[in-house]
């Protein structure tokens, strides 16, 4: 008995089994992608701008530190340890910075500083960059300091 070979036939693909993507689903894929990537965007710019603002507090601290010091080393007298109405506050701008210090005398009668010769002097370094936070110290200077 002999068996005869079998021919499979081939069966067209139906119409619905094409291959590819149809451009609705290439339309939605582009879509997702276009809001994930403007999610890194704004991830990213949100970063830049926190760098910008730890920069300039840096900066901002250390020249507050820096004119602190030269006031604590001045003489008791010095005119930037002025507590005249006139010349308070104090200013000055180094780049973009403004420093402005304000000296003043404890009121008469205080029982904290009683006999004692003091200047209190609070010091604020601010800048009009939106980045930018204002950093303020104050220290109490002795008259034999």
Not at 6 to 29: R, Y
Not at 48 to 57: D, E, K, L, T, W
Not at 88 to 109: D, E, L, S
Request: aromatic share 4%; net charge negative.
């Amino acid at each position: 008995m002999r068996i005869a070979p079998t021919l499979k036939k081939q069966i067209p693909p139906a119409a619905t089994e094409t291959a590819g993507f149809t451009m609705v689903e290439v339309l939605i894929a582009l879509a997702v992608f276009s809001i994930g990537i403007l999610a890194v965007l704004a991830m990213q710019i949100t970063a830049i701008n926190q760098n910008a603002g730890a920069r300039m507090q840096s900066e901002a601290t250390g020249l507050a530190v820096h004119t602190m010091e030269r006031l604590i080393v001045a003489s008791y007298d010095h005119d930037d340890l002025s507590e005249d109405a006139a010349d308070n506050p104090h200013q000055q701008t180094i780049g973009p910075y403004r420093v402005q210090w304000n000296v003043t005398t404890p009121a008469i009668g205080d029982p904290v500083y009683s006999g004692i010769p003091v200047k209190m002097i609070a010091l604020t370094v601010d800048s009009d960059n939106r980045n930018a936070q204002p950093v303020t110290i104050s220290f109490i200077k002795g008259q034999g300091l």
